[in-house]
């Protein structure tokens, strides 16, 4: 009985281990082909929010969103 309940225990241990690493795995694939944000889409944010933005206010924008990671 005691056997039994630990191989069970063992078992939900390794899926969720394997389970936690495919899905870090899948994630990090999927964000490298889809990044969240990029230049451009900074430029039409600010565009649409009335700001005409320069090259340096794109690349401040795109450095405190690397730094959140």
């Known amino acids: 009985m005691l056997h039994d309940l630990l191989?069970?225990?063992?078992?939900?241990?390794?899926?969720a281990v394997i389970g936690f690493f495919l899905a870090k795995f899948f994630m990090e694939r999927y964000l490298k082909k889809n990044p969240p944000i990029n230049e451009q889409m900074i430029k039409i944010m600010m565009s649409q929010m009335g700001r005409t933005p320069t090259q340096?206010?794109?690349?401040?924008?795109?450095?405190?969103?690397?730094n959140i990671k």
Do not use: P
Not at 7 to 15: C, E, K, Y
């Open 56 to 66: 340096k206010q794109v690349n401040q924008m795109m450095k405190a969103m690397n």
């Open 7 to 15: 191989l069970v225990g063992l078992g939900l241990l390794a899926g």
